[in-house]
Each structure stands twice: as C-alpha cells, then as structure tokens.
C-alpha cells in the first residue's frame, strides 16, 4: 500500500502496538517505525500472567511476543521504559518523561489500561494488583512464600480475580472472594449466566461474599499478615494476602490537552481513527463498533480485540480515506476453576438468555444471547467447539430462531 508517510510512532508497546507494527510491514510500509514503551520489557502477553505464570508452571520468557531479532526484523525502534506524556493531534508530536519530543507523519495510539486502585491500599505490603509481567512474578513470589491454608482475598471477582483466586486455591490456600455486586460478572453476563458461573467457585470450594464492599483494610495482625478487612455490612474478614481486582481504566492521562476526544478511551470513528493520522486500537481505544444489531460506542477489554484492533489501526493509517471500518466479532475466554469460559459476541447483561446446552453438574453450559431478533452472543463454560460454532452465524448478522435451529442441528 502506497503511503505519503515517513515515520511512524506507536505509543504503547504490548499486543495492539505489536501487531500495529507487524501490519504497517506486511502492507508494505517502508518508513521508519519508533515504538515507545512506558514498560522496559518486549512487547509480552498478559493472559498467562493470572494463568501460567502465577501457578509457576511458565518462566516468564515465555510469554514474551517479539524477541529483540523479531523487532529487528520488522525494523522498529523500540523506546522501552519511557512514558508518553503529551501529544499534539495536530503537529503529531510526542513528549516523553525524559522531555524529548518526537514528531512523526501518523501515530498509532496503543498505551492500553492501567489498574484501578483501593484508595489507601497501593505499596502497603502483602497487597497486590495484576497487570503487568513484573507484578506477576511478584505475586507468584507472595502466593508461594505463604503457608498452606493462609487466607488469601480477592476484592473482586471479576475475571481475573477468579483466576487468580484459581491459582491460590490450587496452591492449599483458603480463598475468599468479596464482590459488590450480588452476582460476580453480572453487569457483564446478565443474571442467568452470572448465577450459574457462581457454581464455578463454590464447586472448588472458595467462599464467595457477594453483594457486600470493602470499607477499609485494617492494619495486620498476627492472625492477618496483610491486614484486616472491615465489610460495609460489618463483618471483618482476616487476610494473609489480598489481591485487589476492581478493573481498569484507560491510559489516556497523557492525551489531556492533546486535541482528541477522550471519553472512557479515546473516542475513534468506525475505522478506528481518532483524527486524520491518528489511529486508535486495543484496551485504550473506544470506537464506533458497526455492526449486526450495533451502532455504538464500545471499549472492549479482550486480547482478541487489540490483536485485530492494532492490524486493522495500522491499515487505517496507511489507507486514509480508503480505510475500511472494523467490525469484528469479539472473542474473549477465561480460565479458572478448572474450566475455560468462552464467549463469542457481545453478551449485554439486558439481553435475553437461552441456554441450549446445560449447565450440567459439573458447571459446562452453552448460552445464547439475544438482541433484539438477532443473536448477540454466544458463552459457554468448557464447551470450545460449540460456542466457536457461532461465530460465522454472528458475522452475517444472524437472527436469534437460526441460532437455536443451529443449536439444536
Ligand atoms: C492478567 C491479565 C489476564 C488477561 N487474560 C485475558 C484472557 O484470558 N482473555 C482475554 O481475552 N483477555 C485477557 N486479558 C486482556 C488482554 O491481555 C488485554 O486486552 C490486552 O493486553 C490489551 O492489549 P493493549 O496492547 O491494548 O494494552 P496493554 O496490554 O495494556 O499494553 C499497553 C502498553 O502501553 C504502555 N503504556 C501505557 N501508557 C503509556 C504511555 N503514556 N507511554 C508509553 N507507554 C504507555 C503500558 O505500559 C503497556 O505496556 C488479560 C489481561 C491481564 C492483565
């Protein structure tokens, strides 16, 4: 693909910002490619780092994605362990934390999410977060250096807080999760899903405390080496070891001022362009999802989505006005307690829900969403086959009666 570029930046140096790379040289971009990275580390994947790394069975080389030779190779120079902290959408010029300023002819934004933190709770010891490969390898440390049967909290029960507490219980810990809302996942899955997930946990014998917060977390004791947790509804419960698990948010920090739109993300058109020369993909971005049964606004939170969101951003640069839109089919898995959850779609916690297949006793399921006529979403617990079979059927936007027919063939 012909281009009027000669240089181009990526901020942000993981999966979307890999893949942004890898697309601009195989569409035939010959100018130069400069990478920056708040991270020192190569661009690595994250979903081993609640999974594999943390139950020790992976060295952390392994969940490297680009060697220093893979980086040669596609010619990009790689700015590690150096922030962003200021762009001009127009001039397309970055300043970073040690002041110096690039300025490039297209910018491909890939700077991801960052953690959200209980107010008090970030350096105080036995307290940990999970986003990066270095709090990986710190937590692995935390869980292994804990005697069996410690008491090990998750604050939240999201995703990955279950599969970190996956982890704990597998290592002979005691695991509580706390979780605010009355169901884990239920804002994302809807009521039916959420409340047969719930079996999940409870199955391996974790103790679930659902609709109830966390106040505050006491000092240590010596019956809570991390501390003590006071719930709103007065309980308290001890803790050798607590993860907190309450979600992201974007790392837009950087982008005040910038001239783009920042909503939740940075806001991108249906190509995923958040202004002439300046795309947008991955966790951080927030674009204009087109597509069956959707016209929204969305940020999605997968590795599928800023595998495809960083390629398709790079071709959006190169073509212009030419750019074609993205519309993917989301994918997102999780593997805890045993069992890997899948979903194909976009499971809207409004939607409808049938189950076509389950939930058996050992917690397997398939479900299916509807939106409007249409299927919306397919998840299904330990049921890969069956839930990748709806895909093709949510690429040509098919209705919910072809689904179940589908379901039932
Ligand atoms: C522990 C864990 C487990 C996961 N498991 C799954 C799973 O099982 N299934 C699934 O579908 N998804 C999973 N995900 C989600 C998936 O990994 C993310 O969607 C994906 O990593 C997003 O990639 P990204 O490149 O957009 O952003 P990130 O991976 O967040 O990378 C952004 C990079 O930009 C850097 N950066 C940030 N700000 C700046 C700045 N100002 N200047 C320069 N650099 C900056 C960051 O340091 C980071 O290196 C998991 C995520 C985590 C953390």
């Given at each position: 693909m012909s281009s009027d570029m000669n240089s181009i930046g990526i901020i942000g140096g993981s999966l979307a910002g890999l893949r942004s790379a890898e697309a601009l040289r195989s569409e035939g971009f010959a100018g130069a490619i400069t990478m920056v990275s708040a991270e020192s580390h190569l661009p690595y994947d994250r979903p081993p780092l609640s999974k594999q790394v943390l139950r020790g069975a992976w060295p952390a080389e392994q969940v490297q994605l680009a060697t220093p030779n893979r980086l040669t190779e596609l010619d990009v120079t790689f700015r590690g362990g150096v922030r962003a902290t200021a762009f001009d959408a127009e001039s397309l010029t970055v300043t970073l934390a040690d002041d110096a300023q690039m300025q490039f002819d297209g910018v491909i934004i890939a700077t991801g999410a960052q953690l959200r933190h209980l107010p008090?709770?970030?350096?105080?010891?036995?307290i940990y977060g999970l986003r990066t490969l270095d709090d990986s390898l710190v937590l692995r440390d935390a869980l292994a250096a804990l005697t069996p049967d410690s008491n090990v909290v998750l604050v939240g029960a999201g995703f990955i807080g279950q599969e970190i507490a996956t982890v704990a219980a597998e290592l002979g810990h005691r695991v509580t999760l706390v979780e605010?809302?009355?169901?884990?996942?239920l804002h994302i899955v809807g009521e039916s899903v959420a409340a047969t997930l719930t079996a999940l946990p409870s199955l391996k014998g974790a103790t679930l405390e659902l609709g109830v917060g966390v106040k505050q977390i006491g000092p240590a004791t010596s019956d809570a080496l991390a501390g003590v947790l006071e719930l709103n509804d007065g309980r308290s419960i001890n803790a050798d070891l607590i993860v907190v698990g309450i979600g992201v948010t974007p790392c837009?920090?950087?982008?005040?001022?910038?001239?783009l739109t920042i909503e939740n993300g940075v806001v991108a058109n249906d190509r995923l362009?958040?202004?002439?020369k300046v795309a947008v993909a991955g966790d951080v971005a927030r674009f204009h999802w087109i597509a069956p049964g959707r016209d929204e606004h969305v940020r999605i939170e997968h590795w599928q989505m800023a595998a495809d969101g960083g390629a398709h951003a790079a071709r959006s640069l190169l073509a212009g006005v030419h750019a074609e839109r993205f519309s993917p089919v989301p994918y997102f898995w999780s593997d805890q307690w045993g069992k890997k959850i899948q979903a194909v779609g976009r499971p809207d916690s409004n939607d409808d829900v049938v189950f076509v297949d389950g939930p058996d006793d050992e917690g397997r399921f398939v479900a299916l969403y509807k939106r409007g006529n249409l299927l919306g979403a397919a998840l299904g617990v330990s049921r890969p086959a069956k839930v990748m079979g709806y895909r093709a059927l949510l690429e040509r936007g098919a209705s919910f009666d072809e689904a179940i027919e589908h379901a039932r063939s």
């Open positions: 008090g709770t970030q350096d105080r010891e036995h605010g809302m009355s169901l884990p996942l837009t920090d950087w982008l005040e001022g910038s001239g362009m958040a202004a002439p």
